[in-house]
C-alpha cells in the first residue's frame, strides 16, 4: 500500500509538475495542481468505469491500485489548491465556478465526501465486479455533487 501512495504522489507530482505545457502554461502551479490532481482522479476512475462498463475485463489487482490512488488522492490536503481569484471569471483555462469560495466549507465537505467514498471502494474493489461496480457509484456520485455546483460546463 506504501509503495502505491508513493507511487500516485509521483504521479501527480509528475503530471502537475512537467507536464504544465498541456494543462496550460499561464496558469498559477495552484490551479495546474489542482488539474492535475482531477486528471489522475479521472484515469482512475476511468479504469474502474471501463471494467463497470464492460468495456476493459475486471481484473481485481487493477481494479485494487485505481481504488487504492483514488484514497491516495482523496488525502492530499486542498488548503494549497484553492486560492481566491482562480475561478473561471478571472483565468482562462480554468471551469472552477467563483462560488466555491462563497461556500469553500461546502466545497471541502464535499471533498471529504469523496474520500469516504473511496475508501468504500478501496475496500472492495478487489472482491469482485459487482462489489466494485456497487462501490463505484457513491465516488460517481461525490463527483457530481461537487461538479454540479462549483464547476462550468464545457
Not at 19 to 44: C, E, H, S, W, Y
Not at 116 to 137: I, K, N, Q, S, V
Amino acid at each position: 500500500m506504501k509503495f502505491r501512495s508513493i507511487l500516485a504522489a509521483s504521479a501527480v507530482i509528475v503530471a502537475t509538475g512537467f507536464g504544465t505545457a498541456t494543462i496550460a502554461q499561464d496558469l498559477p502551479m495552484p490551479v495546474q495542481a489542482r488539474q492535475g490532481q482531477f486528471k489522475m482522479m479521472g484515469l482512475n476512475i476511468g479504469v474502474l468505469v471501463a471494467m463497470a462498463r464492460g468495456e476493459a475485463d475486471y481484473d481485481a489487482d487493477r481494479a485494487q491500485a485505481a481504488a487504492d490512488n483514488l484514497v491516495t488522492l482523496s488525502s492530499i490536503d486542498q488548503s494549497f489548491h484553492w486560492p481566491e481569484g482562480s475561478d473561471n471569471m478571472t483565468l482562462v483555462g480554468t471551469r472552477a465556478l467563483p462560488e466555491i469560495w462563497d461556500n469553500l466549507p461546502d466545497v471541502l465537505d464535499k471533498w471529504g465526501a469523496f474520500g469516504a467514498a473511496a475508501d468504500g471502494l478501496a475496500a472492495t474493489a478487489g472482491e469482485g465486479l459487482d462489489p466494485m461496480r456497487a462501490a463505484l457509484g457513491p465516488v460517481g456520485n461525490s463527483c457530481s455533487a461537487c461538479h454540479d455546483d462549483y464547476r462550468a460546463s464545457d
